[in-house]
């Protein structure tokens, strides 16, 4: 039997990758973005079930509209891919307030605003499954991407949360952790830099901007296998609440655990010992 996807940032890297995937698998897709253009020249020649809707993430009105076409058009929606999101890059204290508030109203209460949407359609259903996108780097921090990896942390707690509150409604969440793949997520028509010039942070700044743009476009991660992975992912009965997806994922989020573990056992004494005597 068919599903029916619901992908967020559709238009471009891995979303348009797992869309096409789905599409490939048979299966409807609703593809969304700010800009339907985009997102129809994305999908120009591309056989299958397939709406288009215009979303911009950081609008709850808009999130409500485009669940409304999906369900009327299809009849309700399996799985939730929420994708939408971009890079703000650059020491924190280089990126003004305006810059913070924007990253996380795309990456945080956009992805907040569309499963606030789609949740009422899968308890109907009593089932459903929600992959969220987050990062390596919501798992591992980063010099240079203080603000992005913010996002990124808190879509894992959120996630990490709402898979408890609704599994008891057959909706399973999961918690996507790319590592580097070749999208157009280090140029310029995706990353932001803060505009702000701390002489203390210039090196610091010249080299994470070197870095990235030498890695643009030559990142190890396939979208379209990942996108292929989800396809898998969405028909397991027993989905995991994470999944890193590519070697320096594993490699990097593995590093990372062994490094808490050994933290925590080498401070154990003294953070047992603030317990009080009651």
Not at 101 to 114: S, Y
């Amino acid at each position: 039997m068919s599903k029916t996807w619901f992908i967020t940032g559709a238009g471009r890297g891995i979303g348009a990758e797992v869309a096409k995937a789905a599409l490939a698998a048979g299966d409807n897709v609703v593809a969304t973005g700010r800009n339907r253009k985009q997102v129809q020249e994305a999908f120009a020649g591309v056989e299958g079930q397939l709406l288009i809707v215009e979303l911009d993430v950081t609008k709850p009105d808009q999130a409500d509209q485009a669940v409304d076409a999906a369900v009327t058009h299809f009849g309700g929606i399996d799985v939730l891919v929420n994708n939408a999101g971009y890079g703000q890059l650059g020491p924190f204290e280089e990126n003004g307030a305006d810059d913070i508030e924007r990253q996380f109203a795309t990456n945080v209460f956009g992805l907040l605003h569309v499963t606030r949407a789609v949740l009422p359609v899968m308890r109907w259903q009593r089932a459903g499954r929600i992959f969220n996108l987050s990062s390596i780097g919501g798992m591992v921090g980063y010099a240079g991407a203080s603000v992005y990896c913010s996002t990124k942390f808190a879509v894992e707690g959120f996630s990490e949360s709402l898979a408890m509150e609704v599994a008891r409604f057959g909706i399973h969440v999961t918690i996507v952790e790319p590592g580097f793949f070749r999208t157009d997520f280090l140029d310029q028509s995706s990353v932001r830099y803060g505009n702000k010039s701390i002489e203390d942070y210039a090196e610091a700044s010249r080299e994470t901007r070197t870095t990235y743009d030498g890695y643009s476009y030559k990142q190890a991660g396939d979208p379209a296998k990942l996108g292929s992975a989800l396809i898998e992912l969405a028909a397991s009965q027993e989905p995991p609440l994470r999944y890193a997806a590519g070697s320096d994922a594993v490699q990097g989020i593995a590093t990372k655990l062994d490094s808490v573990h050994a933290e925590i056992n080498k401070w154990r004494s003294l953070s047992i010992s603030t317990d009080g005597n009651f």
